[in-house]
């Protein structure tokens, strides 16, 4: 091979690794960003698990477990 091909080559694999980088750190960053999202939807489920759980205690029906079943079984 000539001295100019292997010249390309190179620059042609310092591109395509500069590409590369830079694909990386944007799905690091998607990434980073997702769990930031999915921590905030943790937190608010477990608030909604606990107000569910307050409104079934509180509202003083009976569970369907507790209830007996409707005529027709």
């Known amino acids: 091979m000539e001295i100019q091909q292997?010249?390309?080559?190179?620059?042609?694999l310092e591109m395509k690794l500069s590409f590369?980088?830079?694909?990386i750190e944007q799905l690091n960053n998607?990434?980073?960003?997702?769990?930031?999202i999915l921590e905030d939807q943790k937190?608010?489920?477990?608030f909604l698990i606990s107000r569910i759980k307050t409104?079934?205690?509180g509202s003083g029906l009976a569970s369907e477990a507790d209830e007996t079943p409707p005529p027709h079984y």
Request: no cysteine; aromatic share 0%.
């Open 43 to 46: 937190v608010q489920l477990t």
């Open 55 to 57: 409104m079934q205690v």
């Open 20 to 23: 590369q980088d830079d694909t």
């Open 6 to 12: 292997l010249e390309e080559r190179v620059e042609n």
């Open 30 to 36: 998607a990434i980073i960003e997702q769990q930031k």
